[in-house]
Each structure stands twice: as structure tokens, then as C-alpha cells.
């Protein structure tokens, strides 16, 4: 039993076998031939007489364990009283075969006194002492199939899944993903396998998972600090075969394979195992596949992507706090119910600092002029290939603005706005809709014209301005406030828009806005016909004025909440009809 043991040990250990045909000789009388393979040696049939024409037809094998060494073939005569003689060899380093290709022909025999030359060494043709044709053939052992314990999966990358790695590389997303849930801190061994006979090799990283929000789909925001890293790198190295055995906390991770090179095509294999295998669940994502799944738990997202371009009159900066930021390109979410939703701002290097804000639609037929409604955005600006937010619910039906940003404004590039949804029936459109006319007035609160707001007396001491609307198509007309970015939380703001005026100047006087009931408590009378929802401390305050055909002509009035508080500030006016907005009276 023990012989047999050590050679089913010698078996495993086997690298392939070596066949060497020696078929004949030309221009050296001999009468056999000897080849050697490291401590191997065989021996051809002995003719009964030396010539230089014997055909001779034998086949010998060596077992080969190891990639090295020289196979030597040696022509030798016989004499009856003397001691038999080699009269020359033929030498090749076994590392020149190649796997199952016949290294065939005729080959120069060499003297025996050169034997002590190397292997590569080439002979003169005045030095060739005969030749001998030869058929030599290396074959590799069939390796045996390895075993794999625990859960594993066999898959094929595509065009269409093969995303290259997570690493400055918008395209992840397409990788195939695995939901590895780990119940309890323990020691999970992850092994990939590719095809050895290929050209492209792979690895994988493990990522953490949030389920509450994904619920078996597919994992599509990423940070860098979410990657488990090993042994200080984001992931093992790329090979063939790559092993990694990692202590994983309790939790929910993804496990993403990839190859170095995007859309490559090819199969894989990858497992995951634990001394306490009850502890562990590797499920491939989505959970469901089906069509009928899409947007459900465990289904595939509901997707959208829009390729877009911060150009010269379009790269706003992200910074909301000046009126630059409406500039920037618009996205509108449209959602058909409530639902989960992941945004992904992506470009194509990280060469600049990009994120992006959500804000909930105000107007249903025109671009955002006013930053209001806040409902999500990045956290912060970064330096990537791809950015994103989750949104575990957004209110529907509703729809919503995106609003992507570089940090600093005017860099010009491409990007790309990815809305992942539950909500299957969600759409994702450009909002290029703009105001056709707008205009805008420059004022400011100073001394006796810092009067403050409507309930205080002083109030009619603010800058006024009168606002022209001529007859034309019914439409709104929308009336902003906007105070230095810099100082907005030092102020609330606000304003009214009154539909008359009482002298010739074109101004309000006291008494059409006051009826003297009580002198601490003036009480505004019916002559408003607008004003935003209170004054607040914010850079701009909104209000949208609903107009007939007849159109007509106002008096805006703007103010801070607290009189005798000095800044400049802009008024501004928008509309798709003819307006005017002259002042400061």
C-alpha cells in the first residue's frame, strides 16, 4: 500500500512526458544510439553492423517532474575488443519544446570531444561529424481538476459585464457582483479561477453592502473607504488564480471579479468558504433577473443615463450660495410613486472635482432659477471618476431637479448622470426650458432706505421698483430677491409686489399700504398682490405672480426682516412675455 501511495504521489507531481522517436542516420557508420534525460537513460536496438544508413524506429518516454534540464541523443559504436565508443551527440534543453509541438527533422551529431559545450552552442558545418533524424515531443500532464469547497459559482464575462476594476473606473457597474453575508465575525477565504490558457488575468475586491437600502440588487454608489483592502492593497493581486483569506466583521459585502482590460470576454470561477460555512450566504445579484422583477426588492434597477457638457456658458461651479449655479446643466427626475433612488454623476478621468444636488421641482415647465427644496445632494466634491448619493425615498409622484456641478466654475468636459430607480416607470430628461425674458435691477438698503419689514412703519422706506407687464399670453411672471452670498445668514429677506401706485413718482405711499388701526401694529391691506413665503435668511426669496392677458403693473418693494441693516442686493424678473423692471424710484 505504501508504493502505491508514494505513486499516486509521483503522478500528482508529474509535469508531462517526453517521447523521443530516433528514425535514422546519415554520414556516420554506428550501431545504436543512447538517450539521456537527467539520471534516465535508454537504449536503442544494436545493429550487427555499423553504417551510416540504419533506420532504427524506437520510441522511448521519460516521466518529466521539472522544466529544466537537457534530453541528449548519442550515436555509439561497438568493438569486439576494444570498449565501445561514442563517436558524437546531439543536445537540447528541454525548455525549447513547446506543448505537443514535434521538434522533427534532421539534427547535427557533434563530436564527442565537444560534449563539454553548452547546450545553445551552434556547430560549424566543418564540425558536424554526421546526423540523425529525430521526432521529440513534450506534453503537459493534464492537471486534475481542483476541488473547491463551499459555495461556487461559474460565470462568464462579456462585453457587456466586464467593466474592468473599481479603481478610477466609471464602468465597475457592469461588473458581475455576488452578496456575500457574513453572520457572525469570522475568517471567509474567497478564491477566483480563469482559464490558465488565456491571456488576461483577474482579481476581485470586496466591498461593503448596504441592504437596507440595495435589498438584492446590485450595488451601484461606491466610496473608496467602503473597499475591504488586503494587506494594505484595495484588492489581491491579478493572476490566474488568486486566493485571498480575509477576518470580515458581521455584516453585508459584495464581492466584484474583474479583469485588467474592459470588455474582455471569458469564463471564471469564484468561491467563498468558512470553516463555519452555516455562517455564511453567496448569492449571485440581482436576486432576480426576470423583467417582471425590475425595481422590485432582489430585482434589477429600473436605470436611466444621460451623457451630457459643461461648456463655457453651462459650467456654473458648484457653489449655490451665488445665482452661478443655475447655470449649470438641469436633469429632471420624474417619478411615478414613491421610490429608492441612486444618482451617479461620472466622467471619464478624475481630472476634475465633481458632485451634484437634488432639489424638488417648483416649476413644471421651466429651468431652476432659485435654490430651494434642498432634497439630497454629494457629499461634497471630489476628485473621481464617479460620485453618488443614495435617496432610500423619494416622494411621488412627484419629479426632481439634478443638478450636476464642477467645484470651480468654468471647467469645461463631458459627464454622465446615472438615476438608478425602484420605480420602473420613472423618466429622466434634460431640462433646457429657459425663461425667454428676464430682467434685473440693482438696489441697496442704506440709512433711511434700510426701513425693514412690512411691521414696522419704516417699511415704505425701502427701495421701490416698478415692474411693467404689457397684454400678451397668460402665463406667470416670477419676481427673485438675491442678497451678497456672503452675508445671506446675517439678514431674512423678502419683499411685496403691490398692484398700484399712488403718486406721481410711481411709488407706494404710506397709506395705501396701512390702515392706522393701532400705530405699533400696522395691518397690510388688499393692495398686495405677491410676496414669497415670509421673509428667511437665505441668499434668494421666490415668488410667481399668475397673469391674465391683460398683463399689468406692479411695485416691488424689497426689504430685510430688521430695519437699519445696510447691503446691496439684486431684483430680478423673469417671464415668457415682454416685461420691464425699472428703479430704484
Not at 196 to 220: A, H, I, L, T
Not at 361 to 390: L, M, P, W
Request: with cysteine; charged share 25%.
Amino acid at each position: 500500500m505504501a508504493s502505491e501511495g508514494t505513486g499516486q504521489l509521483k503522478d500528482r507531481l508529474q509535469l508531462g512526458t517526453l517521447e523521443v522517436k530516433v528514425l535514422e542516420v546519415r554520414e556516420i557508420p554506428i550501431h545504436l544510439f543512447i538517450v539521456r534525460y537527467e539520471n534516465a537513460e535508454k537504449s536503442s536496438e544494436v545493429k550487427k553492423h555499423a553504417s551510416d544508413t540504419h533506420q532504427f524506429n524506437d520510441v522511448f518516454s521519460f516521466r518529466i517532474m521539472r522544466l529544466q534540464g537537457d534530453i541528449e541523443v548519442e550515436a555509439w559504436r561497438k568493438h569486439k575488443l576494444l570498449k565501445d565508443k561514442m563517436e558524437g551527440f546531439y543536445r537540447i534543453p528541454l525548455t525549447k519544446l513547446e506543448d505537443k509541438v514535434a521538434h522533427s527533422g534532421w539534427f547535427p551529431l557533434i563530436p564527442a570531444d565537444k560534449k563539454s559545450l553548452n547546450s545553445t552552442h551552434e556547430v560549424a558545418e566543418d564540425q558536424k561529424i554526421g546526423e540523425v533524424r529525430l521526432e521529440i515531443t513534450f506534453t503537459l500532464s493534464a492537471k486534475p481538476k481542483e476541488v473547491l469547497h463551499g459555495i461556487v459559482f461559474e460565470n462568464k464575462w462579456t462585453a457587456a459585464t466586464s467593466g474592468g476594476s473599481l479603481m478610477n473606473n466609471r464602468e465597475w457597474t457592469k461588473n458581475h457582483q455576488y452578496l456575500l453575508n457574513v453572520d457572525r465575525d469570522m475568517e471567509v477565504t474567497l478564491r477566483l479561477r480563469l482559464p490558465e490558457s488565456g491571456v488576461e488575468r483577474g482579481s476581485f475586491y470586496v466591498v461593503r453592502y448596504d441592504d437596507k437600502f440595495y435589498q438584492g440588487r446590485k450595488k451601484v454608489v461606491m466610496d473608496n473607504t467602503e473597499i475591504i483592502k488586503v494587506e494594505s492593497f484595495f484588492c489581491p493581486i491579478t493572476a490566474y488564480s488568486v486566493d485571498s483569506t480575509m477576518f470580515l466583521n458581521a455584516g453585508d459585502y459584495i464581492v466584484v471579479p474583474f479583469t485588467e482590460a474592459k470588455d474582455f470576454v471569458g469564463d471564471f470561477t469564484i468561491n467563498a468558504y468558512a470553516k463555519e460555512m452555516d455562517g455564511i450566504d453567496f448569492v449571485y445579484l440581482p436576486k432576480k433577473e426576470a423583467d417582471a422583477d425590475i425595481g422590485k426588492p432582489g430585482g434589477r434597477w429600473a436605470e436611466k443615463h444621460l451623457e451630457g457638457e459643461w461648456t463655457a456658458e453651462t459650467a456654473g461651479g458648484g457653489d449655490i450660495l451665488t445665482l452661478a449655479w443655475s447655470r449649470n446643466p438641469q436633469y429632471l427626475l420624474t417619478l411615478s410613486d414613491t421610490a429608492e433612488v441612486a444618482v451617479v454623476l461620472s466622467q471619464e478621468d478624475n481630472v476634475k472635482s465633481i458632485g451634484f444636488y437634488v432639489i424638488k421641482q417648483q416649476d413644471s415647465t421651466h429651468r431652476a432659477i432659485s435654490y430651494d427644496n434642498e432634497v439630497g445632494r454629494t457629499d461634497g466634491f471630489k476628485y473621481v471618476c464617479a460620485i453618488g448619493a443614495h435617496f432610500p425615498r423619494l416622494v411621488g409622484p412627484a419629479s426632481y431637479v439634478i443638478i450636476p456641478a464642477t467645484f470651480e466654475p468654468e471647467l469645461t468636459g463631458a459627464f454622465r448622470v446615472s438615476v438608478y430607480s425602484s420605480d420602473p416607470n420613472m423618466t429622466l430628461e434634460p431640462s433646457t426650458h429657459g425663461w425667454k425674458h428676464s430682467k434685473q435691477a440693482e438696489g441697496k438698503w442704506e440709512g433711511a432706505t434700510a426701513g425693514g419689514a412690512p411691521n414696522v412703519e419704516t417699511f415704505i422706506n425701502n427701495p421701490q421698483f416698478t415692474l411693467r407687464v404689457p397684454p400678451g399670453p397668460p402665463g406667470p411672471v416670477l419676481v427673485q430677491l438675491v442678497q451678497e452670498a456672503s452675508r445671506f445668514e446675517e439678514a431674512s429677506i423678502g419683499f411685496l409686489v403691490v398692484g398700484r401706485a399712488a403718486d406721481a413718482s410711481g411709488k407706494v405711499a404710506q397709506s395705501d399700504l396701512f390702515k392706522q388701526k393701532d400705530p405699533s401694529n400696522p395691518v397690510l391691506t388688499e393692495g398686495i398682490v405677491a410676496q414669497p413665503e415670509g421673509w428667511v435668511q437665505k441668499m434668494d426669496v421666490l415668488c410667481r405672480l399668475a397673469l391674465g392677458e391683460e398683463g399689468g403693473q406692479f411695485v416691488v418693494i424689497p426689504s430685510t426682516f430688521k430695519a437699519g441693516v445696510d447691503r446691496p442686493f439684486a431684483l430680478l424678473a423673469y417671464g415668457d412675455r415682454e416685461l420691464n423692471l425699472e428703479g430704484p424710484l
